[in-house]
């Protein structure tokens, strides 16, 4: 073999080899549940290209870069707590937690809004817009509101807040939601803590009233119930006395009849002056 053969298969295999290496870095997959957004780093046409890579593998020059963006919905919480006023000058700090998703037929201009991947955008980006919202709304009420009702009321406003500003980027808000419980001022947490134990005492004056109530209506119940019995056996009582009274004014005879049933058959000891007539029938 010529010194100029082996030349050229030294050549042609450094070739295979180094396109083997450009093909197996520069190939880029795109997994199920992501998009991909194409970037020219250099040239004339330098920057993003208008449409999203699907699922699939592609072979990127050395010019191009791929940023992959998830489609399915992102839940984060943020670590550090946000920190925002209430109209009484009163500072609050919570925990809160996004979740959201990037549209796939708009994830070139999240890149084009941000040119940052979607962790960045979270952490920095959407976490500014969050932020913003809580001071922008939080400042239209007071402690008092905000430690009534005024924390579902509060969400409610900067989730439509970072819809409207982020729905037309490419991010879509699903929810906004605490992910703890609102810190609030010592002097505030007293007030806080007073008001649930006033209403927890009033709470018990109550359920001791009803149950006196209850107690006392037991009893009444219970003495009219032994009212109308002894009412009752009353009535009776006259009712039989009645009958019977009218009964002897009938028959009078009955009074001698029951004398004679009860006698013992004894003879008074002694007769005369005031004492009573032996209970004999008269004889004819």
């Not at 450009?22 to 330098?46: E, H, M, R």
């Not at 992910?179 to 009033?202: L, M």
């Not at 009274?245 to 000891?269: F, H, M, Y």
Request: hydrophobic share 40%; aromatic share 8%; net charge neutral.
């Amino acid at each position: 073999m010529s010194v100029k053969s082996i030349l050229i298969a030294v050549v042609a295999a450094i070739v295979i080899v180094f396109g083997g290496i450009y093909t197996i870095v520069n190939l880029q997959t795109v997994p199920a549940g992501y998009v991909g957004v194409k970037v020219n780093l250099y040239g004339s046409d330098k920057g993003v290209q208008n449409e999203e890579l699907g699922v699939g593998r592609y072979l990127l020059t050395w010019n191009e870069q791929c940023y992959l963006f998830p489609t399915f919905n992102q839940l984060h919480t943020y670590k550090v707590p946000f920190t925002f006023q209430t109209s009484d000058a009163m500072a609050v700090n919570a925990r809160i937690g996004v979740e959201y998703q990037v549209k796939p037929s708009m994830a070139t201009k999240v890149f084009q809004t941000y040119r940052k991947g979607v962790d960045e955008i979270t952490e920095i980006n959407l976490r500014q817009n969050v932020s913003d919202a809580l001071i922008k709304y939080a400042s239209l009420m007071d402690v008092n509101e905000l430690t009534a009702n005024g924390k579902t009321k509060l969400l409610e406003h900067v989730t439509e807040e970072l819809r409207h500003q982020l729905e037309n980027v490419g991010i879509h808000i699903i929810r906004v939601s605490w992910a703890s419980d609102i810190e609030y001022p010592p002097q505030v947490r007293e007030s806080i803590n007073a008001k649930i134990e006033a209403t927890q005492r009033a709470m018990l004056r109550e359920n001791e009233v009803a149950q006196s109530k209850a107690e006392a209506e037991k009893a009444r119940v219970a003495a009219q119930g032994e009212a109308d019995a002894q009412l009752t056996k009353a009535k009776a009582e006259a009712e039989s006395i009645a009958i019977r009274a009218k009964a002897l004014r009938d028959n009078p005879q009955v009074l001698t009849l029951e004398a004679i049933s009860r006698w013992d058959g004894k003879l008074p000891v002694y007769f005369g002056g005031d004492s009573l007539p032996a209970p004999f029938m008269q004889m004819k």
